[in-house]
């Protein structure tokens, strides 16, 4: 084998490795999120989506309005994405979607995801800090104008 041959070889099993190793930010949606389980939703196996909720955090002075706030639903590739948030205490304590695409395969997937793993980042966060989702980039644009619009319902001013 020539030396050049060789080479590109060794390069390409190189990157193959990077690629393999590679798990975006914000977590991969293909593997089981590793969530806290303080915050986690109880699982539903009856197939609809289950309510993210924790307790109120920092015991009272938050920076939100008591209310509970729907986002707009917004109408995108793969379906419709509606959120809602719930305050209690100056605090967010729940994120429920109200319509998310419920197709089977990988759109049920990333509906899953953002069902368990990203309404508990919320609460975590009591924001919206995350960027695009590789993997799910109409679905986080979506979700991301209705639970920004709930949000701004929500601050204080």
Do not use: C, H
């Not at 196996?45 to 109120?56: F, L, Q």
């Not at 917004?74 to 509606?82: F, V």
């Amino acid at each position: 084998m020539p030396k050049r041959g060789l080479i590109a070889l060794i390069l390409s099993l190189a990157a193959l490795r990077l690629i393999v190793a590679y798990e975006p930010p914000g977590g991969s949606i293909v593997e089981a999120p590793s969530v806290d389980p303080s915050v986690a939703p109880p699982t539903d196996t009856g197939g609809s989506p289950t309510p993210t909720k924790a307790p109120p955090a920092g015991g009272g002075s938050g920076a939100f309005r008591d209310g509970t706030y729907d986002g707009p639903a917004i109408d995108y590739k793969y379906g419709t994405a509606q959120i809602q948030i719930v305050v209690e205490g100056g605090a967010i304590v729940a994120v429920n979607p109200l319509q998310l695409p419920t197709q089977k395969g990988y759109t049920k997937r990333v509906t899953d995801f953002f069902v368990s793993d990203v309404g508990a980042r919320v609460i975590a966060d009591q924001d919206w800090k995350l960027s695009t989702i590789s993997g799910a980039t109409f679905t986080t644009k979506a979700y991301a104008a209705s639970i920004q619009a709930a949000l701004d319902q929500a601050r204080l001013p």
